[in-house]
């Protein structure tokens, strides 16, 4: 069953603990007005391979962030609802980053920045030393507990895990799936105005879920390679008209791009926006080495001028490309915003 709770995590960092062979977590303690928190992250898996799948965004550009300031959250543990619209992550469906960019990382071996310890240690250290720095973290909620912590020994016990992608499991773990309920790590440093953002995900998982309860896809394999050979496709969106002037309905478009010299087939595709509304595309096929403008009905996806996502399925559901753009991104008026 999905995460019971899930939600994300406001505070100020006040220590850490790298991981260890007898402790495979990067662990942080939290102050969140009084009340002591600690993140637990994983950066082993317990299956084969143990090396995690890790990207660090060091300058993190996203709507969520606009989303999260604008929230204003109390600190401590709010409990997020798994649904778009919400604060809630989810590494496929809110295109948090690109998928190809999570790299199998040791946890700690010698030599200089080259293991996860030392890339996460580099800015939990800042946020501990920076007064105004602020911690995120997103994942299941556990605490408090009787006990004091095992490793901070603040009373009681009190915390967040699943720092990591949940969905895409098969197996033991398949019962932690659900979408919208993946876990990340965020600091936001104001005084720079500078975001850190990192996102984990374990090898054996799928990165084609079901939309529905988060299990793999059949027929798609583990990791962030590409889909099945019969759907790969070489379609990227490159550009939209996300502010145009006046009245956006029939004005709203995006531009795709097909990289390969082959004509290929567009039937039964569509775009979705950040809150999963669909607009079916109907144009019949994008030419070889072209580029195709997909003009928005309005009745379907919408692009919002407080920043949004937009993604490409294919007939099958599967996605074929995925993009995010901000507030500010969208402050110019009739322009195109690229990505």
């Not at 939600?7 to 850490?16: E, F, N, P, T």
Request: no cysteine; hydrophobic share 35%; charged share 20%.
């Amino acid at each position: 069953m999905p995460l019971q709770s899930y939600g994300i995590l406001k505070g100020k960092a006040v220590d850490k603990i790298m991981a260890s062979s007898s402790n495979e977590h990067f662990q942080i303690l939290v102050n969140a007005d009084g009340t002591s928190y600690r993140i637990a992250i994983n950066v082993k898996s317990q299956v084969s391979p143990p090396e995690v799948l890790f990207y660090m965004d060091h300058d993190y550009h996203h709507e969520i962030t606009d989303a999260i300031k604008a929230a204003n959250l109390n600190a401590g543990y709010t409990h997020l609802q798994s649904a778009p619209g919400t604060l809630a992550v989810d590494f496929i469906r809110r295109n948090m980053f690109d998928i190809q960019e999570l790299k199998p990382i040791p946890y700690n071996i010698p030599g200089a920045d080259n293991d996860i310890n030392e890339k996460l240690d580099f800015y939990v250290t800042q946020a501990i030393n920076e007064a105004d720095a602020v911690v995120y973290a997103w994942g299941d909620k556990w605490g408090p507990e009787t006990a004091a912590d095992q490793y901070f020994h603040f009373k009681p016990g009190n915390g967040i895990h699943d720092i990591h992608m949940n969905q895409g499991n098969d197996g033991s773990y398949k019962k932690d799936n659900g979408v919208w309920q993946d876990g990340a790590l965020m600091i936001y440093f104001p005084s720079r105005e500078q975001w850190v953002a990192v996102f984990i995900a374990f090898q054996v998982q799928t990165f084609h879920t079901d939309d529905q309860t988060g299990n793999p896809i059949a027929a798609t394999p583990p990791g962030p390679g590409p889909i099945p050979v019969e759907q790969e496709t070489p379609i990227r969106i490159i550009a939209a008209m996300v502010n145009p002037e006046g009245d956006d309905v029939g004005k709203e478009s995006i531009i795709l791009l097909n990289k390969s010299n082959q004509d290929i087939d567009l039937t039964g595709w569509s775009i979705v926006d950040k809150n999963v509304n669909h607009d079916t595309i109907t144009a019949k096929t994008i030419p070889g080495a072209d580029t195709l403008k997909i003009t928005l009905t309005g009745r379907g996806a919408q692009l919002g001028n407080k920043g949004g996502t937009i993604t490409l399925l294919n007939a099958e559901g599967l996605k074929i490309a995925g993009v995010s753009y901000t507030e500010s991104d969208a402050d110019v008026q009739d322009e195109l915003v690229e990505f």
